[in-house]
């Protein structure tokens, strides 16, 4: 089992890059895999601090967690990460996704605001950039991106992992079907929905030919942990009240999405979702207001976050690991905490957090044959 810290920055937080690096050397120093860089327009930018924590650490791999096919010209992205891969010791990993379910002030030409066809966005995406690790020109005209038909004029050793974030039917087939991590991105803990899931990424796998042990399955908790249960609980409810919104369709973004359905196992009084979505922005970065966080109480916070001391966390992702046995690692997207106590916040979640990640190594050690 991998694990993932994830994500920085977040919204509403005010880490700045070098807090961001140091909680990357941070999580490698507690055990964790990788470490995951949003790429927020106008944030701080996704490329220079994925580097900083790669030059900052020796072992963690870093990833985009995630950017999407429209964010640069796709045969600078095939370079940056080529680079990133190459000066670390092929440590980073391009993250991708769709990129529609976001809020974005940013005019990229030649969609201008618009995020069209976003399936073909990231096969086509993905093709270019592998072509170009592998020393080949990519096709210049595709349905959706464009690119220069120019080779890297640099040789890599091997190329850059692949990771597709998904959560809608189609992408997450093409994720089965071309990713070396598919990425579970919806924070959901029904195992029914996530059953459901695993068979259209199975389903997609099987299309290309691939068998489930050809690539990584990546799947999202919403964690929150520390020696405080309460307090534990009570900062997670930020990320489970975005979570709602997400897996409810109900926010601003994922209301024109014509292909979501809520899960059957979704468990949440509608009073609550219209709440969430009338009186609170989930993209503002701001606290949710505390009459509305009061609506979230323990048996919907347990639907969607893994939240409490770390003994208790453990236990509950290990039940299910048992549950779904498809899936090799877990990302923990930590709540975004805010204040000036933000950072050490964080050292300490983090460092609790390293605390499952040391319980799951003892516990795949006892299940390993002896030799």
């Not at 790429?39 to 963690?60: E, K, N, S």
């Not at 220069?148 to 089965?176: C, I, K, Y």
């Not at 929150?224 to 409810?237: H, L, V, W, Y």
């Not at 050292?347 to 002896?370: H, M, N, Q, Y």
Request: proline residues 8%.
């Amino acid at each position: 089992m991998k694990f993932t810290a994830s994500d920085f920055p977040a919204k509403g937080n005010e880490l700045t890059s070098a807090e961001i690096i140091r909680l990357c050397e941070l999580a490698e120093q507690v055990g964790f895999d990788r470490f995951g860089v949003t790429d927020f327009p106008f944030h701080r930018d996704c490329v220079p601090l994925m580097t900083g924590c790669l030059l900052a650490t020796d072992r963690i791999e870093v990833e985009s967690l995630v950017t999407t096919p429209y964010a640069r010209l796709p045969d600078v992205t095939a370079c940056m990460w080529a680079t990133m891969a190459e000066m670390s010791g092929y440590r980073a990993i391009l993250g991708i996704g769709g990129g529609v379910e976001a809020p974005s002030m940013v005019w990229v030409p030649p969609w201008g605001n618009e995020r069209p066809h976003p399936v073909r966005a990231v096969r086509e995406l993905v093709e270019i950039c592998r072509d170009m690790w592998d020393g080949g020109t990519p096709a210049v005209d595709g349905e959706v991106l464009r690119a220069s038909g120019m080779p890297l004029e640099f040789r890599l050793e091997q190329r850059v992992p692949v990771l597709v974030a998904a959560r809608g039917p189609l992408m997450l087939s093409l994720a089965g079907e071309i990713a070396d991590i598919v990425h579970i991105a919806p924070p959901f803990l029904g195992l029914e929905y996530q059953r459901e899931t695993l068979r259209r990424i199975a389903a997609g796998a099987a299309r290309a030919g691939r068998s489930p042990g050809d690539f990584e399955i990546d799947l999202t908790i919403s964690l929150c942990t520390g020696p405080s249960r309460e307090k534990a609980r009570r900062k997670a409810k930020l990320t489970t009240g975005a979570a709602i919104l997400w897996m409810a369709g109900a926010d601003e973004y994922a209301r024109k999405r014509a292909d979501w359905r809520r899960p059957a196992e979704f468990a949440v009084p509608p009073h609550v979702v219209e709440a969430l979505a009338e009186d609170w922005d989930m993209w503002s970065g701001e606290l949710m207001p505390p009459e509305v966080e009061e609506l979230i109480t323990d048996d919907i916070l347990d639907q969607f976050t893994i939240a409490g001391e770390p003994e208790e966390c453990l236990s509950r992702l290990e039940a299910l690991a048992d549950a779904l046995p498809e899936i090799t690692g877990f990302r923990f997207k930590f709540p975004p905490l805010v204040g000036s106590e933000s950072y050490d916040d964080f050292v300490d979640l983090i460092t609790a957090a390293g605390e499952i990640v040391a319980g799951f190594s003892k516990r795949d050690e006892r299940s390993r044959p002896a030799s």
